[in-house]
């Protein structure tokens, strides 16, 4: 991809700005700090990926409204313009092909092949920032992040890896104390620690509990045996008291031996004598008023049914009744359908009131507005709208392409004043050319001369060679002649003859051959050499007027380019005009048939009629309401007239006194009618129930007086007389024979209280003396008062046995710790299995490093030593990247290795740049977008920058280079480069 040309209406500090970067593929931009060198470079990231709408408004200009602008790019053979305005469909982007056919933000995505802003940050585009942050770095970390930035391009990826080895550290470290899993494991371990102290006293608690059962065991033989002892004090207590019981026991004995042996006698006969005779006095009164009441009921009853009606009487006056609550409710809707329609006519006539249309209700009837109403409405806005923005982005294009084409024409015409006659330059040609004429001569002449001084010593040495070759041929021939003659061997003189004659051979065609060169040498050129014609200085001033004139036409012929360029912008301009002009016309067609179908549409702006035809439509389902309500009251008319019909027949029948009274008056009467007959009817269901219930309690009273009278008998049977008074004086006789039974049987109980084991009646014969008594008596309370203080003490021993058990079994201590335990197990669980989580991240993140480094690292580290060969002017010949712990070593010409550590800064930054650039480089086989550089070797020295521009000269054959720079040296270097000066928006070449 490649960037001509940027449009600016409005972005930070740059208002209706325009900047040419088509002159070459390596742009230098240069400006003073706080000249827009960043606020540009993100123009350039805007209109490419966009931004958030709070990063948008932070770049609003000051002094114009409008924040956006136009970006012409070039991407494999295509031509489009990028277009982004802050208030256009939020800051999407619409892009323009030289064919004229638009594309929207989805389309740009795709040629940028899923580049984000920030993946161009990390790969395309670093700043001094990035040198700086480096810079601060220790050698671990700075090969950690050069290699992660070498791999995937991403300077995050260290930071990632950092994250992920401080997250594991806050978890667990093996022989740390402040992690989170290590403090968690310190605590299950105090807690369990805890846990057994706890189950050792648990252990004890058995133990206590086996005391305290011991302990309860002895108690209770103790509280035996001082109850026994108790009991025997009591005995002889008694002893002592007994005598004057006795004696009375012998009296009354003999009181009773004067009454029968057995007195007849029912058990309580007198009370309940005269509990059957109470009970039977209400029965026989209430008996009495039954049977009177009931006579009353009968007469009662009997005057009640001549009141009643009839029953098909009764069933109209029911029927009417459901008539009436019908009646009652459509009255209520009746009242509330007026109420409504009258709202909703208010309604109505207010809205249309409001619209000030002049349309009436029965045109508001008739009028139908459907969807496709509602569709082409809203399209007319929009397209109305749409128009209205493209004719004033058509009058902004005219604009940009007059002033243009003036400021092209202004280039040219100082140009073409600068420009000599075709004679001149034709006449500083010629003397050019004689000049390198002469030059070449002379040349020529110098090299024979020097070609005739060495041959002159190549023949003296070819002489010489030929001659020794000559001799040695005749010398051998010779000699191997006269071994052939000596021995008579024919073929030996054949070869010493032979070998002679190759010897003068070789001698002849040296001598030739030198004759040749000698010849040549003789040859003299026959044309006359001139004489020097200008000196040096006058060659060289032609030469730059040459060059300046070359340089004034090629800028002449590429303005005519630019110039050629406008009159297509402009024929496309045309058109665009022609195109939108007919939309225009198109758009007031529908405008106008829309007015002839809706008259009152004519004097509205087409903006505001998407929402009248909500206002519309509202008001004709408003009116729509009112006609529904007002059909629904018609019926509701009609229905009350049928109820009022019924109830006039019914008072044909029931009294025609009440026909021309009200339908209120009516209901209320048949109201009246129904309540008398129903009161009588329940009046009469009462009369029969109280005479039912009074016959019923007779019969429950009769019965209820039989079993008391049989009761009655049945004691007089018991007792054995006939009469009242009988019963009542045998009852006396049987009383004071049972009191006398009565305290014989209680001297009895005292007596036997002593010792009920013992014949108390023998015991009374064989009294003991008091003194014996009173002895027995002393021992038994000795041995209770040492047995008291036995109990007291095992009670106490038993309570402080019991104390400690109740504290331990009343602390929840055990089952605290044990579910605190449980929680804090858990808790470890989840750290671990967080710590797990956070381990698989790094280890999938280095596992895609390594995938990564085998992929790619191998053509990325290529390119950083071949980039770093050269900005170290040869000094570095070798990049290796780091294995395992060590970090990036680089190799000098000699042979020698060197840490990073070992490196100056300005080596390392070299270092980055080239890693930077290679990666850049890697990625631009797929993705062939602009690399841009910010300041980045701000801080190099002069021969480094010259290294760095020649390097990016290099680079930018194959990709377009923008280098944003402060320095005026990056400037300088860059030789018949093309260059941009920010400073008051003009243009420098």
Not at 412 to 433: A, F, G, Y
Request: hydrophobic fraction near 35%.
């Amino acid at each position: 991809m490649f960037i001509e040309q940027a449009t600016i209406f409005g972005f930070g500090k740059w208002v209706d700005y325009t900047i040419d970067f088509s002159s070459d593929n390596a742009i230098y931009i240069f400006g003073e700090n706080e000249s827009g060198k960043s606020t540009l470079h993100t123009f350039i990231l805007f209109m490419l990926f966009g931004l958030p709408p709070k990063k948008r408004e932070f770049y609003r200009p000051k002094t114009s409204g409008k924040l956006g602008g136009r970006l012409t790019v070039q991407d494999k053979g295509i031509r489009f313009t990028i277009e982004r305005f802050h208030e256009v469909d939020n800051g999407a982007a619409k892009c323009y092909t030289s064919d004229g056919i638009q594309q929207d933000e989805q389309w740009l995505k795709n040629r940028l092949q899923g580049m984000t802003y920030a993946s161009y940050q990390s790969v395309f585009s670093f700043s001094a920032n990035d040198l700086s942050q480096v810079s601060e770095m220790n050698e671990n970390e700075l090969g950690e992040v050069i290699l992660g930035i070498g791999l995937t391009g991403s300077k995050n990826l260290y930071a990632i890896e950092r994250r992920l080895d401080d997250k594991m550290g806050d978890l667990f470290k093996p022989y740390g104390k402040k992690p989170k899993i290590n403090q968690q494991l310190s605590k299950l371990q105090d807690m369990q620690i805890r846990l057994d102290q706890y189950k050792q006293l648990e252990a004890s608690y058995y133990q206590k509990k086996t005391e305290a059962n011991n302990m309860k065991t002895a108690i209770t033989a103790t509280k035996e045996k001082l109850e026994k002892l108790t009991n025997d004090r009591l005995f002889l207590g008694k002893m002592q008291h007994a005598q004057p019981s006795i004696q009375m026991y012998k009296t009354i004995s003999k009181q009773l031996e004067d009454f029968p042996e057995h007195i007849p006698f029912p058990e309580d006969g007198i009370t309940r004598l005269e509990k059957w005779k109470e009970k039977m006095l209400p029965l026989k009164s209430e008996l009495a008023i039954l049977q009177d009441n009931e006579k009353k009921y009968d007469q009662k009853i009997k005057n009640l049914q001549m009141h009643q009606l009839e029953k098909s009487i009764l069933d109209q006056a029911e029927k009417m009744i459901e008539a009436e609550k019908r009646y009652d409710h459509l009255i209520s809707e009746q009242n509330k359908h007026k109420a409504d329609k009258d709202k909703q006519q208010i309604q109505v006539d207010k809205e249309l009131e409001e619209l000030d249309l002049h349309i009436s209700r029965e045109e508001l009837v008739s009028m139908a507005l459907s969807f496709q109403t509602e569709k082409t409405w809203k399209q007319i806005k929009v397209d109305s709208e749409q128009i209205s923005l493209e004719k004033e982005q058509l009058q902004t294009e005219q604009n940009q392409i007059d002033r243009q084409r003036h400021h092209l024409q202004q280039q040219k015409s100082v140009l073409q004043e600068k420009l000599h006659s075709d004679n001149k330059i034709h006449e500083w040609q010629e003397k050019l050319q004689a000049v390198d004429e002469f030059a070449a001569k002379n040349y020529l002449k110098t090299f024979k001369e020097q070609q005739q001084n060495d041959w002159a010593k190549q023949r003296v040495r070819k002489r010489k060679a030929a001659n020794y070759i000559l001799i040695g041929l005749v010398f051998i021939g010779m000699i191997v002649g006269m071994f052939g003659i000596l021995g008579t061997h024919t073929v030996s003189i054949f070869s010493s003859l032979l070998l002679v004659l190759l010897g003068m051979g070789q001698w002849f065609f040296q001598r030739h051959s030198i004759h040749e060169m000698d010849h040549a040498f003789m040859h003299e050129d026959d044309m006359p050499i001139r004489t020097n014609e200008i000196n040096e200085s006058e060659r060289e001033m032609i030469m730059a007027d040459l060059e300046k004139q070359h340089q004034y036409r090629n800028q002449i012929d590429a303005i005519e380019e630019q110039l050629k360029g406008l009159e297509i912008q402009y024929l496309k301009w045309e058109e665009k005009t022609y195109q939108t002009a007919e939309r225009e016309k198109r758009i007031a067609r529908q405008v106008q048939d829309q007015q002839l179908e809706y008259p009152f549409l004519s004097n509205m702006e087409t903006s505001f009629w998407p929402e009248l035809y909500y206002r519309l439509k509202s008001v004709i389902r408003m009116d729509k309401q009112v006609q529904d309500i007002a059909a629904n009251f018609n019926k509701i008319i009609c229905e009350l007239e049928q109820i009022q019909e019924q109830v006039n027949t019914f008072f044909e029948q029931a009294n025609r006194e009440m026909k021309n009274k009200s339908i209120k008056q009516k209901f209320e009467w048949i109201h009246q009618l129904l309540d008398n007959h129903h009161e009588t009817t329940k009046q009469m269901t009462y009369l029969t129930t109280y005479k039912k219930d009074a016959v019923e309690k007779q019969q429950q009273l009769q019965q209820q007086l039989q079993p008391h009278q049989m009761e009655i008998e049945k004691l007089y049977k018991l007792a054995g007389v006939n009469s009242e008074e009988a019963f009542y004086e045998k009852s006396r006789e049987l009383k004071e024979k049972q009191d006398l039974l009565q305290k014989k049987d209680s001297l009895y109980q005292q007596l036997s209280a002593i010792d009920a084991e013992q014949d108390w009646q023998h015991m009374l014969q064989n009294v003991r003396d008091e003194h014996t008594l009173q002895l027995q008596l002393d021992q038994v309370q000795e041995k209770m008062k040492q047995c008291t203080t036995d109990l007291d003490k095992k009670r106490q021993d038993l309570a402080d046995i019991n104390a400690e058990i109740t504290s331990i079994e009343g602390s929840d201590n055990i089952s605290q710790l044990m579910h605190e335990l449980e929680f804090e197990k858990e808790k470890l669980k989840q750290q671990a299995e967080q710590w797990a989580v956070v381990k698989s991240a790094k280890e999938i993140l280095l596992q895609t490093k390594r995938t990564y480094r085998n992929k790619y690292l191998n053509k990325v580290m290529e390119l950083t030593t071949d980039y770093f060969q050269e900005l170290t002017g040869g000094i570095y010949v070798h990049v290796f990247p780091p294995v395992d712990d060590s970090t990036f070593i680089v190799e000098n010409e000699n042979g020698t290795r060197f840490h990073l550590s070992e490196l100056s800064k300005g080596t390392v930054d070299q270092l980055y740049v080239s890693l930077r650039l290679a990666v850049s480089k890697s990625m631009s086989e797929k993705h062939a977008l602009p690399f841009i550089i910010d300041d980045a070797f701000v801080h190099f020295d002069s021969i480094r920058t010259k290294r760095m521009v020649h390097l990016l000269n290099r680079i930018a054959n194959d990709q377009q280079v923008i280098i944003f720079t402060c320095k005026k040296e990056v400037a300088d270097t860059a030789d018949n480069k093309s260059f941009i000066k920010l400073q008051n928006s003009i243009r420098i070449h």
